[in-house]
């Protein structure tokens, strides 16, 4: 069963305009959660993460946002760029001494020119 | 800055070989963790490694084994591959100093069994 939920496999978005990519999570215990983005051929790349404690972290054009009681969250790319078309992926850290993270399937941003 | 390596790039080998994946993570980070993700999936945590003893264990098969030696660098070993095993595989380096939890990853490995 998927802990971690990615429902829309892609998102197209012209630019300029803001990207929304939403992750749904099914364990209210996840302590940490990270966006991360991935290009074709390469790793995937931290973008930017938030703690269960917060509701909210924000880097440059990049904000997360995290409702708790809805076990959800969002990342927010404003404005989006064509450098931001890629796969997106949410991902989870348990804690507990469970190192692995726990990935959704990705969302794979278009940006529009 | 440095970047967690991984070698080789890309492997093709048979079903019922053995394969050995390498890598090397970033200076003075501590803990490895190898990552496994199919086509059109997302990546699957095998198996990690903290100060050369294993850490955490997820959906390792048992035909694969992994270690890290005292140079921190890791190996992932397959044997009896499986066409199914055909995957990206990618590690990640991280610090346990370091309290944002954030794994930085490799290029990755494409194994292709045929």
């Known amino acids: 069963d998927q802990q971690v939920k990615q429902n829309s496999p892609s998102l197209s978005v012209q630019e300029g305009r803001i990207s929304i990519l939403n992750c749904d999570y099914t364990?209210?215990?996840?302590?940490?959660f990270l966006w991360y983005k991935k290009y074709p051929a390469e790793g995937p790349t931290f973008l930017i993460s938030?703690?269960?404690?917060?509701d909210k972290n924000e880097d440059g054009r990049f904000t997360v946002f995290l409702n708790k009681s809805a076990k959800h969250l969002s990342l927010h790319i404003v404005p989006s760029q064509p450098g931001d078309s890629a796969v997106y992926f949410c991902a989870v850290y348990s804690g507990g001494g469970a190192d692995g993270l726990t990935f959704g399937k990705g969302t794979h941003l278009i940006i529009q020119p | 800055a440095a970047g967690v390596i991984q070698s080789p790039r890309h492997l093709i080998k048979e079903k019922r070989e053995t394969a050995t994946l390498k890598c090397y993570p970033i200076?003075?980070?501590?803990?490895v963790y190898w990552y496994q993700q199919g086509p059109g999936q997302d990546p699957q945590f095998l198996i990690s490694f903290y100060e050369k003893m294993q850490s955490d264990k997820g959906s390792i098969p048992d035909r694969f084994s992994a270690q890290q030696f005292s140079d921190y660098h890791s190996e992932l070993n397959m044997s009896s591959l499986e066409l199914g095993d055909s995957a990206l595989y990618f590690c990640a380096s991280s610090s346990r100093t370091d309290p944002s939890y954030e794994q930085y990853f490799g290029p990755g490995t494409r194994l292709t069994v045929t």
């Open positions: 200076p003075r980070h501590d803990t």
């Open positions: 364990n209210s215990m996840f302590d940490y």
């Open positions: 938030i703690s269960s404690i917060k």
